[in-house]
């Protein structure tokens, strides 16, 4: 009897564990990017309702924003018709910031840590005859 307790007991263990760990890697999928880019931004249709949940952001004490992103394009060295797309991320709290930046609309991401009070630039990519580009990211919370 003790023996099918305590099999029974970790069984619902290792599930709870897999549910925590799965719970975890879609978090990220349930909330609403925030959306950037090097032109003026505009907010997408809405076709239907909005289902996700706003972004989470890290704040301040006095519960501003922790992280700023902000982009640019940069022309090739080599070949100047071909642009780096640089993303620019300042940290204005004390703790590092994990995050995912990706291409609006895209799986192409990059996961770059920012730690406290930096800025940091990553670049998201290279794109050809065209400066502008488009930007998500969400903020990791561990």
Partial sequence: ????????????????SASAAQAQSTDMLKTAPIVGGTTATETAPKFGG????????????LGMPCLTVNAYSRAQIINPENF???VILKNG?????????CYLGTTHCITPK?????RREATLGATS?????????????K
Wanted: charged letters at 20%.
């Fill in 1 to 16: 009897m003790a023996i099918s307790f305590l099999r029974s007991a970790l069984a619902m263990l290792c599930l709870a």
């Fill in 50 to 61: 909005d289902f996700l949940q706003p972004a989470k952001r890290h704040t301040s004490a």
């Fill in 84 to 86: 780096d797309n640089v």
């Fill in 93 to 101: 709290c004390p703790n590092a910031i994990d995050l995912t930046i």
């Fill in 114 to 118: 920012v730690p406290g009070y930096t």
């Fill in 129 to 141: 005859s065209t400066k502008d580009f488009r930007f998500e990211y969400r903020e990791s919370f």
